[in-house]
C-alpha cells in the first residue's frame, strides 16, 4: 500500500495513478509546522489537503467571525449545547496554544500558506465540525450531553496543570478525543463519530483530491485510521447525514407530559379538589423553582429568572417548547449584547470567570442551566405527586 518515513512521520501512498504524501502532525507541536513547510516545499504538490472543514478554517483565519453571530437564531434553532461545546473546545485549543507560545491550527495554517506561494490547490478534507457534534448530540441523551459539556468545563481549569506527558499524548489524538477521554469510556459512540467515521471521511477526500501529487496533513492521531481504510470506497454523504431521531426519544417526548396531565387530572377526579390542587402547586414549585434556580446559577437578569420560573410548568407539559428557549430569549432581550461582547469573546471564553461575564456566553449558559433545572423539576415532582395519591 505505501511505505512510511518513520524520521518525518510520512507515510507514502499511492491511489491509481496520484502519488500521496500523508504528513501526520501534532496540534501542539512547533516542529509540525516546520514539518509541514518543508515537506510541501521539497514535493512540490499538485494539491494540499488539510484537516479542516470550513467553519475551523473561517475560525483560524477569520478572527472576527464572532460578530456575525445572531444568538436568538442560534436558540430557535436549538443549537445552544453545539454553539457552547463548540466555544469550550476552541477555548481549550486556544489556551494550550498560549502555553505552549505557538498559533491555534499552525500547522494547518502553514500548509495553506505554503500551497498558496506554489498555486496548488487547495481541499478542506474534514467533516464539519458541526456535523460531529450534531451526529453526537443526536445519538446521546440529556444526561450524556451535560457530561460532554462539564467535561469540556473542566478543560478551562486543567491546562496550567497540564504536564509534558500530558502534551506528547495530545500530540497522538484528536484534541476533541483528548478532551472527552473520560466521557468516552462510558460512551464508545463517541469514538466512533468522532474518530473512526472522520478516519474514513478523510481517507476518502484526499483519495479524491485533484493532481497527480498530493500532500495531505492531518493530525497524528488520524493517520492509522487513513491507512485502515484507505483501500476501501467510502460514501461520504452518508457520514455527512443527521441520524434520525430515536423513534423512542420521539414517543417519550409526547408520553410523558401525557402521563404528567393524566395524573393531575386523577388527582383532580379521583383524589378530590384538595388533592389535585396539591399535586398541581408540587408540579409547579417543583419546575418553576428548580429552573429559575438554573437560570439564577448562570447569574441570570432578573426579568429572565422570573421568565424560567413561569415558563417551566407549561413548557414541560409541551414537547415543542423548553423552558430555557424561551429564558435564553428573554436574557437576549433583557441583556442586550453589545458588539464589544462579540469583540471580547476570544478572549472571554479562556476563563470560567470570562463565560459568566460576557452576555453572549451568559445567554447560552442561561438555556442549559434553566433546561436543566427544569428537568430535575419534572422528575422531582412526579414522586411528590404520586405520593398525595
Given at each position: 500500500?505505501?511505505?512510511?518515513?518513520?524520521?518525518?512521520?510520512?507515510?507514502?501512498?499511492?491511489?491509481?495513478?496520484?502519488?500521496?504524501?500523508?504528513?501526520?502532525?501534532?496540534?501542539?507541536?512547533?516542529?509540525?509546522?516546520?514539518?509541514?513547510?518543508?515537506?510541501?516545499?521539497?514535493?512540490?504538490?499538485?494539491t494540499v489537503c488539510v484537516e479542516l472543514c470550513d467553519s475551523r478554517f473561517q475560525s483560524i483565519r477569520h478572527k472576527n467571525r464572532w460578530q456575525d453571530m445572531n444568538i436568538t437564531k442560534v436558540i430557535k434553532e436549538k443549537k445552544t449545547f453545539l454553539?457552547?461545546?463548540?466555544?469550550?473546545?476552541?477555548?481549550?485549543?486556544?489556551?494550550?496554544?498560549?502555553?505552549?507560545?505557538?498559533?491555534?491550527?499552525?500547522?494547518?495554517?502553514?500548509?495553506?500558506?505554503?500551497?498558496?506561494?506554489?498555486?496548488?490547490?487547495?481541499?478542506?478534507?474534514?467533516?464539519?465540525?458541526?456535523?460531529?457534534?450534531?451526529?453526537?448530540?443526536?445519538?446521546?441523551?440529556?444526561?450524556?450531553?451535560?457530561?460532554?459539556?462539564?467535561?469540556?468545563?473542566?478543560?478551562?481549569?486543567?491546562?496550567?496543570?497540564?504536564?509534558?506527558?500530558?502534551?506528547?499524548?495530545?500530540?497522538?489524538?484528536?484534541?476533541?478525543?483528548?478532551?472527552?477521554?473520560?466521557?468516552?469510556?462510558?460512551?464508545?459512540?463517541?469514538?466512533?463519530?468522532?474518530?473512526?467515521?472522520?478516519?474514513?471521511?478523510?481517507?476518502?477526500?484526499?483519495?479524491?483530491?485533484?493532481?497527480?501529487?498530493?500532500?495531505?496533513?492531518?493530525?497524528?492521531?488520524?493517520?492509522?485510521?487513513?491507512?485502515?481504510?484507505?483501500?476501501?470506497?467510502?460514501?461520504?454523504?452518508?457520514?455527512?447525514?443527521?441520524?434520525?431521531?430515536?423513534?423512542?426519544?420521539?414517543?417519550?417526548?409526547?408520553?410523558?407530559?401525557?402521563?404528567?396531565?393524566?395524573?393531575?387530572?386523577?388527582?383532580?377526579?379521583?383524589?378530590?379538589?384538595?388533592?389535585?390542587?396539591?399535586?398541581?402547586?408540587?408540579?409547579?414549585?417543583?419546575?418553576?423553582?428548580?429552573?429559575?434556580?438554573?437560570?439564577?446559577?448562570?447569574?441570570?437578569?432578573?426579568?429572565?429568572?422570573?421568565?424560567?420560573?413561569?415558563?417551566?410548568?407549561?413548557?414541560?407539559?409541551?414537547?415543542?417548547?423548553?423552558?430555557?428557549?424561551?429564558?435564553?430569549?428573554?436574557?437576549?432581550?433583557?441583556?442586550?449584547?453589545?458588539?464589544?461582547?462579540?469583540?471580547?469573546?476570544?478572549?472571554?471564553?479562556?476563563?470560567?470567570?470570562?463565560?459568566?461575564?460576557?452576555?453572549?456566553?451568559?445567554?447560552?449558559?442561561?438555556?442549559?442551566?434553566?433546561?436543566?433545572?427544569?428537568?430535575?423539576?419534572?422528575?422531582?415532582?412526579?414522586?411528590?405527586?404520586?405520593?398525595?395519591?
Amino acid at each position: 500500500m505505501g511505505t512510511t518515513d518513520n524520521s518525518n512521520m510520512i507515510q507514502h501512498l499511492k491511489h491509481g495513478h496520484k502519488e500521496f504524501l500523508i504528513v501526520g502532525t501534532a496540534h501542539v507541536s512547533k516542529e509540525s509546522t516546520d514539518l509541514v513547510r518543508t515537506t510541501i516545499e521539497e514535493e512540490k504538490p499538485d494539491t494540499v489537503c488539510v484537516e479542516l472543514c470550513d467553519s475551523r478554517f473561517q475560525s483560524i483565519r477569520h478572527k472576527n467571525r464572532w460578530q456575525d453571530m445572531n444568538i436568538t437564531k442560534v436558540i430557535k434553532e436549538k443549537k445552544t449545547f453545539l454553539l457552547l461545546s463548540n466555544l469550550l473546545l476552541a477555548s481549550f485549543q486556544k489556551r494550550i496554544a498560549d502555553k505552549l507560545d505557538i498559533q491555534p491550527g499552525a500547522e494547518m495554517i502553514q500548509a495553506i500558506d505554503s500551497a498558496d506561494s506554489l498555486e496548488a490547490d487547495i481541499i478542506l478534507a474534514d467533516r464539519d465540525i458541526r456535523i460531529t457534534l450534531s451526529r453526537i448530540w443526536r445519538v446521546t441523551g440529556l444526561w450524556d450531553k451535560l457530561k460532554i459539556i462539564f467535561q469540556l468545563a473542566l478543560s478551562l481549569g486543567n491546562v496550567d496543570e497540564i504536564t509534558k506527558e500530558d502534551i506528547e499524548k495530545m500530540k497522538q489524538e484528536d484534541m476533541l478525543q483528548s478532551l472527552l477521554s473520560e466521557v468516552e469510556k462510558s460512551l464508545p459512540v463517541l469514538r466512533e463519530i468522532l474518530i473512526d467515521e472522520r478516519d474514513r471521511y478523510l481517507a476518502q477526500k484526499i483519495k479524491m483530491s485533484p493532481g497527480e501529487k498530493i500532500v495531505a496533513v492531518v493530525g497524528a492521531g488520524h493517520v492509522p485510521g487513513i491507512l485502515k481504510y484507505w483501500e476501501e470506497e467510502i460514501d461520504t454523504r452518508v457520514l455527512e447525514e443527521i441520524p434520525p431521531k430515536r423513534k423512542l426519544t420521539g414517543v417519550l417526548k409526547w408520553l410523558l407530559p401525557s402521563l404528567i396531565l393524566a395524573l393531575l387530572l386523577f388527582g383532580f377526579f379521583y383524589g378530590g379538589r384538595s388533592t389535585g390542587t396539591d399535586m398541581l402547586t408540587w408540579w409547579v414549585m417543583a419546575n418553576g423553582i428548580l429552573a429559575g434556580l438554573g437560570a439564577a446559577l448562570a447569574l441570570a437578569h432578573p426579568l429572565t429568572i422570573l421568565s424560567a420560573v413561569l415558563a417551566a410548568p407549561l413548557t414541560s407539559l409541551n414537547p415543542l417548547i423548553a423552558a430555557g428557549w424561551v429564558s435564553g430569549l428573554v436574557e437576549a432581550f433583557a441583556s442586550r449584547p453589545k458588539v464589544r461582547d462579540m469583540e471580547r469573546l476570544p478572549k472571554d471564553i479562556l476563563t470560567i470567570k470570562g463565560f459568566w461575564k460576557n452576555k453572549l456566553t451568559r445567554i447560552l449558559l442561561v438555556v442549559v442551566f434553566t433546561n436543566l433545572g427544569s428537568t430535575i423539576g419534572t422528575l422531582v415532582a412526579i414522586p411528590l405527586m404520586l405520593k398525595l395519591l
